[in-house]
């Protein structure tokens, strides 16, 4: 299985994915980079997409930082600005929620939460599970939710990386 994007060019995620694209009134951008996935494995029934942030450690004081955790995915292709425009897929809360990212409202915070490193350009961990089952899960998630319902039922992952400037 793998995952490519549109959006990735040469490693490096385009502007408009993240800080330098749309943003909601919070300053939280929400311009979902578009995802096709190939070689799916057989018996897929959906797919879980995780774009976490491991290079935010040190800034967000010992947490990697989550911009989209989606589930319930039914196909290989999500558009750019599929978290905005769809509702065929649910989405759990990103890390816009948190402390760290300025305690938004858990309606607000429960979709794509673009790239806005602060300090330095980071790399981004572009998670994709395959698996055989639809998951038990509404809009608003945790992401502890997610992985504890994907256990057992990953009949294949991939990681897709891009970097994204401050």
């Known amino acids: 299985m793998k995952a490519i994007s549109k959006g990735i060019i040469d490693g490096i995620i385009e502007e408009r994915f993240g800080k330098r694209g749309p943003c909601n009134e919070w300053g939280m951008p929400t311009y979902s980079i578009p995802l096709t996935f190939e070689d799916v494995p057989e018996g897929t029934k959906s797919f879980a997409v995780v774009i976490e942030d491991k290079d935010a450690f040190p800034?967000?004081?010992?947490?990697?930082?989550?911009?989209w955790a989606a589930a319930n995915i039914r196909t290989t292709f999500l558009e750019e600005n599929a978290?905005?425009?769809?509702?065929?897929?649910?989405?759990?809360?990103?890390s816009w929620i948190s402390i760290q990212g300025g305690s938004h409202p858990a309606e607000e915070c429960c979709c794509y939460g673009g790239m806005a490193p602060p300090d330095a350009p980071h790399i981004y961990d572009i998670q994709i599970y395959?698996?055989?089952k639809v998951l038990d899960l509404k809009n608003g998630f945790h992401l502890n939710q997610l992985f504890r319902q994907m256990y057992g039922h990953m009949l294949g992952d991939t990681v897709l990386l891009g970097k994204y400037a401050n």
């Open 59 to 67: 800034v967000s004081r010992g947490f990697s930082w989550i911009h």
């Open 83 to 94: 978290s905005q425009t769809t509702s065929d897929f649910v989405q759990g809360v990103n």
């Open 130 to 132: 395959a698996l055989d």
